[in-house]
């Protein structure tokens, strides 16, 4: 399984760098994405990275948020920069179904969830 970490209370503006290793198992050919969760709200696509290098992000994060791939560690990366209150939620990764698939948006095309980090952005 995935393993998150990073998270934590950071003030409006700040930064934050999100961890999600996968100790033990190689996801190399595998395209990896971030979700979030805030209260009350579905989960919701942020970023992913595939296995080739494509990059997609949310329209809500581009320009702040950029999703990262250190293939030797098995860990991806999220850097989150001028974070706004409605950034708050548990952020979660996920390994796409299928090896050699490229990116995708969509929840259910993912599989191996982390139980997340949790990202509070306050005033």
């Known amino acids: 399984q995935l393993v998150e970490s990073g998270g934590g209370l950071v003030q409006q503006g700040g930064s934050l760098r999100l961890s999600c290793a996968a100790p033990?198992?190689?996801?190399?050919?595998?395209?990896m994405a971030w979700f979030r969760q805030a209260p009350g709200k579905e989960r919701e696509f942020v970023a992913a990275?595939?296995?080739?290098?494509?990059?997609d992000s949310a329209d809500s994060v581009q320009g702040r948020f950029t999703v990262s791939r250190d293939d030797a560690k098995n860990t991806v990366y999220l850097q989150m920069t001028s974070l706004k209150l409605d950034d708050t939620a548990v952020y979660s990764c996920?390994?796409?179904?299928?090896?050699?698939?490229?990116?995708?948006?969509?929840?259910?095309?993912?599989?191996?969830w982390g139980q997340g980090t949790r990202v509070t952005v306050s005033s």
């Open positions: 996920a390994v796409r179904k299928g090896s050699y698939l490229g990116l995708s948006r969509l929840s259910w095309d993912y599989m191996s």
């Open positions: 033990g198992r190689t996801f190399n050919f595998y395209t």
């Open positions: 990275m595939s296995w080739d290098g494509d990059i």
